[in-house]
């Protein structure tokens, strides 16, 4: 869809059987990535409207979501099974897998920082893992006590890559400083709607966070408090 409202609506049909979980598209705004419950990721080129790759893995229990890397040659696809995939957008081959950890759940989000150094993976059983995407290897995981019989639904880094926001879903948002796994914000209260879609202002001072109800709320991130709240009608 043109945003603008100057030029005419496109309509990518998905070839898949199974429903789009997630999409996402890549750093140089020329390739769309979908990932569907069918366990494939589908590559469209937004030039000339067709579908360019397909990344499958038949084992595959769907894929909740996924992310490209900075440089747009990897991309990262969460599964339902705990997994998180990371493929080589060019030659569709996969490069490497982070395998699930006992009792981990689902991956319901990924998220590279913005050097490409790290890969957050958010998982149901209220953790959030950070993994080195060139190796594969778990550097550490992050939780916070009374919250891990919630699930992280949403993740995003800060501009800078110091901080990682992660949506829960008992309807908060937290802020990590991902070096220290230390705790360094909280955002809403125990018990609202839940957080499935989080995203920061360029200038890293504000967050937007997407809510189940249809709602979206604006973050200042220095005070701590809500800017403005609106309805944006869509309900997941």
């Not at 319901?108 to 060139?134: C, E, K, M, N």
Request: glycine residues 12%; aromatic residues 8%.
């Amino acid at each position: 869809m043109d945003v603008t409202g100057q030029g005419n609506a496109h309509t990518l049909s998905h070839p898949g059987p199974a429903w789009v979980n997630s999409i996402v598209f890549s750093p140089g705004g020329d390739t769309l990535a979908c990932g569907d419950g069918n366990g494939s990721t589908y590559l469209w080129d937004i030039r000339t409207l067709t579908l360019s790759r397909v990344l499958g893995d038949p084992e595959s229990r769907g894929v909740f979501a996924v992310t490209f890397s900075p440089d747009g040659d990897t991309l990262a696809a969460a599964n339902f099974d705990g997994c998180t995939d990371m493929w080589d957008v060019c030659t569709t081959q996969r490069i490497r897998t982070s395998p699930p950890e006992r009792d981990a759940g689902e991956v319901f989000s990924v998220a590279f920082a913005p050097d490409g150094s790290v890969l957050a993976t958010a998982h149901s059983d209220g953790a959030i893992r950070l993994w080195d995407p060139s190796t594969g290897h778990q550097i550490s995981a992050v939780t916070r006590r009374n919250l891990r019989n919630t699930c992280v639904f949403a993740l995003a880094f800060n501009p800078f890559g110091q901080s990682l926001a992660a949506g829960y879903s008992s309807g908060r948002t937290c802020l990590w400083d991902i070096e220290q796994g230390r705790l360094i914000l909280t955002l809403g209260k125990h018990r609202q709607p839940s957080v499935n879609a989080i995203s920061f202002n360029p200038d890293g001072k504000t967050i937007l966070t997407g809510h189940s109800d249809g709602t979206a709320t604006l973050w200042d991130i220095v005070t701590g408090q809500f800017i403005r709240r609106r309805v944006t009608g869509v309900h997941r």
